[in-house]
């Protein structure tokens, strides 16, 4: 228990690190393209493109987060093998909080008292889980369930790409769900996993629940830095924890048999509820007011321009101005205080 509660703490600061950097490569390519008034940088839609996207995902800092998110990947896999789900997906979750603390320093970024109050619930709320966690499910499902993980997969991320394609900037909320399903069914995957252990690498590249977990967390990444590019994201990192947490944690306790210790249910199921609530909090509390997205900002000491639309400056759109309006043509600051991988 002791080992996997280390793991999944590693796994959520290198997700935590990773999406600062993440987020700032996002914001950086977006910035790109709004000063050559691009228009191949956007969709009809007004959605970033998959230019947009790859040019996002070649700067330095994007790529540093990446090599952190494999690292937190591998960590948050051996988690999953050693903790119930519903403990080792709402560690890893936590992420978010090590990435709000982290933007004070990276990003000149100050936390609120609702912020401060939100992670110190989160942390209490790990505390109660860790306490009444019990041992983990055998992961020993048949065949047929990883061919459904398969197919719940690709049409997760398939389907889902296609429809924030087509919904544009509208669909901040909407990719940071889909891309917390995505992760969220990548960690199931990797508890279900055959061939891993003991390792036999046969049997590990016949089973399906390998390519769920290929599809799955790929797509994640790919929706994660969607909805870091359209701007705002209040909604989507409660979003993101939501489809992580919730989702994996009921499978866990109901198809894979994890449980909690005798006697200890009911605080189990208050420290999963209270970290979820924490997690939206410290997501919620981080979107900055609609002043400061719209007024000058004070933060990069400059002015907007007249009549310039800030709440969704996207990649691409003309508005998209390197002013202070907080969010640079991406996320704001604050909310990317509260902008979580995984």
């Known amino acids: ?22 987020a700032v490569g996002s914001r950086k390519s977006a910035r790109q393209e709004a ?28 790529m540093v987060g990446t090599v952190l998110d494999f690292i937190g990947f591998g960590l948050g896999a051996l988690a999953a093998r050693l903790l119930p789900l519903f403990l080792s997906q709402t560690v ?4 978010l909080v090590i990435t709000a603390v982290l933007s004070i320093k990276l990003l000149g970024i100050r936390l609120s008292r609702a912020e401060w109050g939100s992670i110190s619930v989160v942390c209490a709320a790990l505390v109660l889980l860790a306490t009444a966690a019990g041992p983990e499910g055998s992961g020993h499902t048949p065949i047929a369930t990883h061919w459904w993980l398969l197919a719940a997969a690709v049409v997760l991320i398939g389907g889902g790409t296609l429809i924030v394609r087509l919904m544009g900037s509208r669909a901040a909320i909407l ?9 969220g069914a990548l960690g199931v995957g990797v508890r279900v996993l055959n061939g891993a252990d003991p390792f036999h690498l046969p049997t590990l590249l016949a089973d399906p629940a390998l390519y769920a977990i290929l599809v799955a967390g790929l797509g994640g ?6 909805a870091l590019q359209i701007g705002s994201v209040n909604g989507a990192t409660a979003a993101l924890v939501v489809g992580e947490t919730v989702v994996p ?27 979820v609530a924490g ?11 609609p002043s400061e997205q719209a007024g000058p900002g004070k933060e990069h000491g400059t002015d907007t321009q007249p009549g310039t639309d800030t709440e969704h ?3 691409g759109t003309a508005a998209g101005t390197e002013a202070g309006t907080g969010t640079d043509a991406g996320p704001s600051a604050h909310s990317l205080a509260a902008s979580p991988k995984r």
């Open 1 to 22: 228990m002791i080992i996997g509660l280390l793991t999944a703490v590693a796994a959520s600061a290198c997700y935590g690190t990773g999406s600062v950097l993440q």
């Open 35 to 62: 000063a050559k008034a691009s228009t191949t940088g956007v969709t009809q839609h007004g959605g970033p493109s998959l230019s947009s996207t790859a040019k996002a995902a070649v700067t330095w800092e994007f």
């Open 92 to 95: 890893i979750s936590a992420n």
């Open 175 to 183: 990719a940071g769900l889909l891309s917390g399903l995505g992760f």
């Open 221 to 226: 990444m790919y929706l994660h830095t969607v």
């Open 249 to 275: 944690g009921i499978l866990g306790v109901v198809w894979l048999g994890d449980a909690s210790r005798p006697g200890f249910a009911w605080v189990a199921v208050l420290g999963f509820v209270v970290a």
């Open 279 to 289: 997690a939206v909090a410290v997501a919620w509390f981080g979107e900055p007011e």
């Open 313 to 315: 400056a996207g990649a």
